[in-house]
C-alpha cells in the first residue's frame, strides 16, 4: 500500500464544492428546496420500497405502493388535523386575553422589571410582546397555509413525482453519473458513492424517525400536563429537535409559553420545562443510540454555521435542511480524502 | 411506433447487446447457477467500461471493489514493480472475483492490450442484490466462495507439493555433502 499523500488542495475539494453548491442554491431557490426536499424523502424511504421489492413487488409498483400509502395518511393527517390547527391558532390568537392570563403575565413583568433593571427591561412591556408574538405565529401558520397555497399545491405535486423517479431510477440514474467518470476515476467514484449512501441513507433516516418520535412523545406529553393546542405545539417541538442545540429550546419556549397562558401559573411552565427536560433526555440516551448513525458527527460550530447559513438563504425550511445538507458534505468530505488515500493517482 | 421508438432510442441494438452479454455470463462459472432471469437482472446492474491499448484496468495495491469480465479485446495481468507478465486475458475471461466478498487491495495489476469492452460487476451491486432478493443474491454468494474453497485446495496442494519437493531436494543435499 502507498504512503497516504498530502494533498492540500484535493482536501479542499469538497469545501470548494459545498461553496459552489450554496452560491447556485442561492440562486436557484426554490427549485433546489423542491429537489432537495425530494431527494431527502426518497433516501428515506428507498429501504421500504428495497423491502417491498424483495418481496418480489416490481420496483416501480413498489414505489407507487408507498406513494399511494403515504399521500393517503398525509391526506387523513391534513383532513382531520389542518382544522384543528387552524382552529388551536385562532385561539391563541384572540383567547389569551383571559384575567388569569392577564394577571400572571402582569406578575412575570413586575419580576423581570424588578431583578433584570440593569439589563435594560426596566420598561418592558410583556403585553405587547406576547400579542406580537400570537399575532406573528398566527400570520405565519395562516401565511403557510393559506397565502402560499398555490406554492404548496406545486409542491405536493412536485415533491411526489420528483421522489417517484428518484425512487424509481435512482440506480439507473447513479449509474448514468458513474458512466461518464473517466476509467481512471471509476472505481474510486463507486466507492465513494457506496460509502456516502451507506452512511447518509442511516444518517437521514435516524434524523427522520427521531424527528417522527420526538414529536409523538411531545404531543402525548403536553397532552397529559393539560396544555392547549398540544397537537400543534408538539409537531413543532419534533420538527424543530432536528435543528440541533437551539432546536429544542426553540419547540419548548412557544408551549411553556401557551401553558403560563393557559393557567395563569408559572407552575405550568416549569413543568413543561420539566417534560421537555425529561423527553430530551430520553431523546440523547435512548431514542437517538438506537435511531441516528454516529458517524456523521459534526463539530457544534460546523452544526451552528449551517445553521445560520440555512436559516439566512430559506428561512425556518433552510435550518432545517440545514444539517442534513452540512453532514451530507461532511461525509463527501470525509470518505472523499479517505477514499482518495487509498488510490494511486498520478 | 415501435420502430421509431427503436431507431430513436436503439431499443433493439440495447436489447441484442444484452443477449450478447448474457451468453458471456452463463459461462462464468459464478453465474452458473442464475436463471435466465436472474441473469437479466445482473445484466441490468453490470458497468459497461471501455479500455484502449495500453490502459490500465485495475492496478496493484489499490482497493479490489468487485470482478471485471471482459466481452471483447485482450489484457494482461502483470505484478509491479518488475512487471512480471503473469497471464494474458481475452473474450469471456473474468478476474478480481474474490473482491466481490473481499476488499483487499489488488494483487496484481491488469492493462488492457488492444480495445477493450469490460463489464464491472461490484461488491456494492452484489450487496444491492441481495438486498432485494436474497435467494438469488446467495446463489452468487455460494459460487464465489466454492471458487475461493476451490483455489485455497489448489493452493494447498501446490504447497504440499513444493514442501515434498524441497524436503526431496535437501535430502539429496545432504546425500551429495556426505564424505
Same mark, same amino acid.
Given at each position: 500500500?502507498?504512503?497516504?499523500?498530502?494533498?492540500?488542495?484535493?482536501?479542499l475539494?469538497?469545501?470548494?464544492?459545498?461553496?459552489?453548491?450554496?452560491?447556485?442554491l442561492?440562486?436557484?431557490?426554490?427549485?433546489?428546496?423542491v429537489?432537495?426536499?425530494?431527494?431527502?424523502?426518497?433516501?428515506?424511504?428507498?429501504?421500504?420500497?428495497?423491502?417491498?421489492?424483495?418481496?418480489?413487488?416490481?420496483?416501480?409498483?413498489?414505489?407507487?405502493?408507498?406513494?399511494?400509502?403515504?399521500?393517503?395518511?398525509?391526506?387523513?393527517?391534513?383532513?382531520?388535523?389542518?382544522?384543528?390547527?387552524?382552529?388551536q391558532?385562532?385561539?391563541?390568537? %384572540?383567547?389569551?386575553?383571559?384575567?388569569?392570563?392577564?394577571?400572571?403575565?402582569?406578575?412575570?413583568?413586575?419580576?423581570?422589571?424588578?431583578?433584570?433593571?440593569?439589563?435594560?427591561?426596566? %420598561?418592558?412591556?410583556?403585553g405587547?410582546?406576547?400579542?406580537?408574538?400570537?399575532r406573528?405565529i398566527?400570520?405565519k401558520?395562516?401565511?403557510?397555509? &393559506?397565502?402560499?397555497?398555490?406554492?404548496?399545491v406545486?409542491?405536493? &405535486?412536485?415533491i411526489?413525482?420528483?421522489m =417517484? =423517479?428518484?425512487l424509481?431510477?435512482?440506480?439507473?440514474?447513479?449509474?448514468?453519473?458513474?458512466?461518464?467518470?473517466?476509467?481512471?476515476y471509476?472505481? =474510486?467514484?463507486?466507492?465513494?458513492?457506496?460509502?456516502?449512501?451507506?452512511?447518509?441513507?442511516?444518517?437521514?433516516?435516524?434524523?427522520?424517525?427521531?424527528?417522527?418520535?420526538?414529536?409523538?412523545? %411531545?404531543?402525548?406529553?403536553?397532552?397529559?400536563?393539560?396544555?392547549?393546542?398540544?397537537?400543534?405545539?408538539?409537531?413543532?417541538?419534533?420538527?424543530?429537535n432536528?435543528?440541533p442545540?437551539?432546536?429544542?429550546?426553540?419547540?419548548?419556549?412557544?408551549?411553556?409559553?401557551?401553558?403560563?397562558?393557559?393557567?395563569g401559573?408559572?407552575g405550568?411552565?416549569v413543568?413543561?420545562?420539566?417534560?421537555?427536560?425529561?423527553?430530551?433526555?430520553?431523546?440523547?440516551?435512548?431514542?437517538?443510540?438506537? &435511531?441516528?448513525?454516529?458517524?456523521?458527527?459534526?463539530?457544534?460550530?460546523?452544526?451552528?454555521?449551517?445553521?445560520?447559513?440555512?436559516?439566512?438563504?430559506?428561512?425556518?425550511?433552510?435550518m432545517?435542511?440545514?444539517?442534513?445538507?452540512?453532514?451530507f458534505?461532511?461525509?463527501?468530505?470525509?470518505?472523499?480524502?479517505?477514499t482518495?488515500?487509498?488510490?494511486?493517482?498520478? | 411506433?415501435?420502430?421509431?421508438?427503436a431507431r430513436?432510442f436503439?431499443?433493439?441494438?440495447?436489447?441484442?447487446?444484452?443477449?450478447?452479454?448474457?451468453?458471456?455470463?452463463?459461462?462464468?462459472?459464478?453465474?452458473?447457477?442464475?436463471?435466465?432471469?436472474?441473469?437479466?437482472?445482473?445484466?441490468?446492474?453490470l458497468?459497461?467500461?471501455?479500455?484502449?491499448?495500453d490502459?490500465?484496468?485495475?492496478?496493484?495495491?489499490?482497493?479490489g471493489?468487485?470482478m471485471?469480465?471482459?466481452?471483447?479485446g485482450?489484457?494482461?495481468?502483470?505484478?509491479?514493480?518488475?512487471?512480471?507478465?503473469?497471464?494474458?486475458?481475452?473474450?469471456?475471461?473474468?478476474?478480481?472475483?474474490?473482491?466481490?466478498?473481499?476488499?483487499?487491495?489488488?494483487?496484481?495489476?491488469?492493462?488492457?492490450?488492444?480495445?477493450?469492452?469490460?463489464?464491472?460487476?461490484?461488491?456494492?451491486?452484489?450487496?444491492?442484490?441481495?438486498?432485494?432478493?436474497?435467494?438469488?443474491?446467495?446463489k452468487?454468494?455460494?459460487r464465489?466462495?466454492k471458487?475461493?474453497?476451490?483455489?485455497?485446495?489448489?493452493?494447498?496442494?501446490?504447497?504440499?507439493?513444493?514442501?515434498?519437493?524441497?524436503?526431496?531436494a535437501?535430502?539429496?543435499?545432504?546425500?551429495?555433502?556426505?564424505?
Amino acid at each position: 500500500m502507498m504512503p497516504a499523500k498530502s494533498r492540500p488542495i484535493w482536501d479542499l475539494a469538497p469545501m470548494l464544492i459545498a461553496f459552489v453548491v450554496a452560491i447556485i442554491l442561492l440562486f436557484v431557490g426554490k427549485a433546489a428546496q423542491v429537489v432537495i426536499i425530494s431527494l431527502l424523502l426518497a433516501y428515506i424511504l428507498d429501504p421500504v420500497v428495497t423491502a417491498l421489492e424483495s418481496r418480489g413487488v416490481p420496483r416501480g409498483l413498489a414505489t407507487l405502493l408507498v406513494l399511494l400509502f403515504l399521500g393517503t395518511t398525509i391526506a387523513v393527517l391534513a383532513i382531520l388535523l389542518v382544522p384543528v390547527i387552524i382552529h388551536q391558532v385562532r385561539a391563541l390568537q %384572540s383567547g389569551a386575553t383571559t384575567q388569569v392570563a392577564a394577571k400572571a403575565i402582569e406578575t412575570i413583568q413586575q419580576s423581570l422589571r424588578e431583578r433584570l433593571s440593569f439589563l435594560g427591561l426596566g %420598561s418592558l412591556d410583556l403585553g405587547a410582546k406576547i400579542e406580537e408574538f400570537k399575532r406573528t405565529i398566527g400570520e405565519k401558520v395562516f401565511e403557510f397555509l &393559506v397565502k402560499d397555497s398555490l406554492e404548496l399545491v406545486i409542491s405536493v &405535486v412536485t415533491i411526489p413525482f420528483m421522489m =417517484f =423517479f428518484f425512487l424509481k431510477d435512482g440506480r439507473d440514474l447513479k449509474k448514468r453519473v458513474v458512466s461518464m467518470v473517466p476509467n481512471r476515476y471509476f472505481e =474510486f467514484t463507486l466507492d465513494l458513492l457506496y460509502k456516502m449512501d451507506v452512511q447518509l441513507g442511516n444518517y437521514l433516516r435516524g434524523q427522520f424517525v427521531d424527528a417522527l418520535t420526538f414529536g409523538v412523545l %411531545s404531543i402525548i406529553a403536553l397532552w397529559i400536563l393539560g396544555v392547549n393546542y398540544f397537537v400543534f405545539l408538539g409537531a413543532f417541538a419534533g420538527l424543530a429537535n432536528l435543528i440541533p442545540y437551539v432546536g429544542p429550546i426553540a419547540g419548548m419556549v412557544p408551549a411553556a409559553i401557551v401553558a403560563v397562558l393557559n393557567s395563569g401559573s408559572l407552575g405550568s411552565a416549569v413543568a413543561v420545562i420539566i417534560a421537555f427536560a425529561i423527553l430530551k433526555l430520553v431523546d440523547d440516551f435512548v431514542v437517538q443510540p438506537l &435511531v441516528v448513525a454516529s458517524s456523521v458527527e459534526m463539530h457544534p460550530v460546523l452544526v451552528l454555521v449551517a445553521i445560520m447559513i440555512g436559516g439566512e438563504l430559506f428561512g425556518i425550511l433552510g435550518m432545517l435542511l440545514a444539517v442534513p445538507v452540512a453532514g451530507f458534505f461532511k461525509v463527501v468530505l470525509k470518505e472523499g480524502v479517505n477514499t482518495y488515500r487509498k488510490y494511486r493517482f498520478s | 411506433m415501435t420502430d421509431f421508438r427503436a431507431r430513436v432510442f436503439g431499443y433493439h441494438r440495447k436489447a441484442h447487446e444484452d443477449e450478447d452479454l448474457q451468453t458471456v455470463l452463463e459461462k462464468i462459472p459464478i453465474f452458473q447457477d442464475l436463471s435466465k432471469r436472474e441473469l437479466a437482472a445482473v445484466v441490468r446492474v453490470l458497468h459497461r467500461r471501455e479500455y484502449v491499448p495500453d490502459e490500465l484496468i485495475i492496478r496493484q495495491d489499490e482497493p479490489g471493489l468487485g470482478m471485471y469480465i471482459i466481452q471483447k479485446g485482450k489484457a494482461v495481468v502483470v505484478t509491479e514493480p518488475d512487471n512480471i507478465q503473469l497471464s494474458e486475458l481475452s473474450d469471456g475471461d473474468f478476474f478480481g472475483e474474490v473482491s466481490l466478498l473481499d476488499e483487499t487491495p489488488r494483487s496484481a495489476s491488469v492493462i488492457a492490450r488492444s480495445h477493450c469492452t469490460i463489464f464491472g460487476f461490484f461488491q456494492s451491486d452484489l450487496f444491492s442484490l441481495i438486498e432485494r432478493d436474497p435467494r438469488f443474491g446467495v446463489k452468487i454468494v455460494v459460487r464465489v466462495a466454492k471458487i475461493i474453497g476451490d483455489r485455497l485446495r489448489k493452493a494447498n496442494q501446490q504447497m504440499q507439493a513444493l514442501t515434498e519437493d524441497l524436503q526431496r531436494a535437501r535430502g539429496s543435499q545432504t546425500r551429495a555433502d556426505r564424505p
